[in-house]
């Protein structure tokens, strides 16, 4: 592709074009031409074959073109063509790792965990940090605790993929009856709601109400329809329906429920 470097050499019965002036024709004369750059047409020159057009072809197919080209002007040619830096191979990883560049893809593939490994990795942990990859125009984001536990979502990277990381710790927001109303951000992978309560320091023994424990949510509509056995229907028409989960804290059985209960990022814990 334009931008690739290449090495030629070229081989031929003695005597031919390639050899020096005068030389018998016996033996095999051997020619390495200049470092040729693929240029913005997809060409490379070579001497007595002119230019030869080679973008999207392999390097085998790129030897026949030389040989054909030569065939009638030299004596019995054979070509070899290497890639010697592959320029148009590239992708780019930025953001929150530790070595953000350009870095060069893999003969044999370079899946999107791997880019990040080669970057020196992440500055903070995978359950704080959001992977987007952006791909002709088109951008996706995974989270990167969620990528690892997802071989299938760890792709092969392309040429001019950008490969962004960004710190994006998962938070909920507590508000209420509870001793600090404040945002807190998850410290582990995953958070309970025990957990959460026990971060804004419990319930004010004097206002809150056990039995009035809730988690604001926006559930995908699919899953919301599994849970109420029927057709779930958001307000504004979207894939995803507001839902509120409630505890009873008077209830034993519901502390068990609170610890089990795993919150997610962006929910409203309200008591």
Same mark, same amino acid.
């Given at each position: ?189 995953? &958070?309970?709601?025990?957990?959460? @309560?026990? #971060? +804004? =320091?419990?319930?004010?023994?004097? %206002? ?23 057709p779930a229907i958001s307000a504004d028409n979207s894939s995803n329906?507001? &839902?509120?989960?409630?505890?009873? @804290?008077? #209830? +034993? =059985?519901?502390?068990?429920?609170? %610890? ?12």
């Amino acid at each position: 592709a334009p931008g690739d470097i290449a090495s030629v050499t070229i081989y031929d019965a003695g005597g031919g074009l390639f050899s020096p002036e005068g030389a018998a024709p016996v033996g095999t004369q051997t020619t390495a031409i200049p470092l040729q750059t693929v240029d913005s047409a997809g060409n490379i020159s070579v001497p007595f074959a002119g230019q030869i057009h080679v973008a999207g072809k392999s390097t085998l197919q790129v030897q026949s073109a030389i040989a054909g080209a030569l065939a009638h002007q030299t004596l019995r040619p054979q070509v070899l063509v290497t890639v010697t830096t592959d320029g148009s191979n590239f992708a780019t990883v930025m953001g929150d790792v530790k070595t953000p560049g350009r870095l060069p893809l893999a003969i044999v593939g370079t899946r999107a965990l791997d880019a990040i490994a080669m970057t020196g990795g992440t500055v903070a942990p995978a359950f704080d940090e959001v992977v987007q990859l952006t791909r002709k125009g088109k951008s996706t984001r995974l989270r990167l605790s969620w990528l690892l536990s997802h071989p299938a979502e760890n792709v092969y990277l392309q040429p001019n993929d950008v490969l962004y990381v960004v710190h994006s710790p998962m938070a909920i927001t507590v508000l209420g009856a509870t001793k600090n109303n404040a945002r807190v951000e998850f410290d582990t992978e995953q &958070v309970s709601l025990a957990e959460a @309560l026990g #971060q +804004a =320091g419990g319930l004010i023994d004097l %206002q809150a109400e056990p039995a009035g424990v809730f988690v604001f949510r926006l559930e995908p509509a699919p899953l919301v329809a599994t849970l109420t056995h029927g057709p779930a229907i958001s307000a504004d028409n979207s894939s995803n329906v507001p &839902v509120i989960f409630r505890a009873d @804290l008077r #209830q +034993a =059985g519901d502390f068990f429920l609170a %610890q089990s209960f795993q919150l997610q990022d962006k929910d409203i814990v309200y008591l």
